[in-house]
Nanobody, 124 residues
């Protein structure tokens, strides 16, 4: 089993930056892919970014490309989502997810493990 715990969400102003963390425990992550999704009120949960744990290959949704950066600290078994130039439309609950393969996916149903989510609110 894998446990994921997100942290770092808060209320910020438009244009601010924020870093989310996802602490993973329970299994070795060398063959995993970690992703961030988000869900705004009344909307479907959507893909934000993913990273392969061992190779560090990344991929982003167009809506966040150039503003968000996904990374991981292998020694700490922790993933991060650095969010810059935040916009009100980035307001959502952000979820960390993981799947036990190195093949990345943008599809929610492909991820087996999920955190509880952390709220990010961006005011205009």
């Amino acid at each position: 089993q894998v446990q994921l715990v997100e942290s770092g969400g808060e209320l910020v102003q438009a244009g601010d930056s924020l870093r989310l963390s996802c602490a993973a425990s329970g299994r070795t992550f060398s063959t995993y892919t970690m992703a961030w999704f988000r869900q705004a009120p009344g909307k479907e949960r959507e893909f934000v970014a993913h990273i392969t744990w061992s190779g560090g290959r990344t991929y982003y949704a167009d809506s966040v490309k150039g503003r968000f950066t996904i990374s991981r600290d292998m020694a700490k078994n922790t993933g991060y989502l650095q969010m810059n130039d935040l916009k009100p439309e980035d307001t959502a609950v952000y979820y960390c997810a993981a799947r036990p393969v190195v093949y990345s996916s943008t599809q929610r149903e492909d991820y087996k493990y999920w955190g509880q989510g952390t709220q990010v609110t961006v005011s205009s």
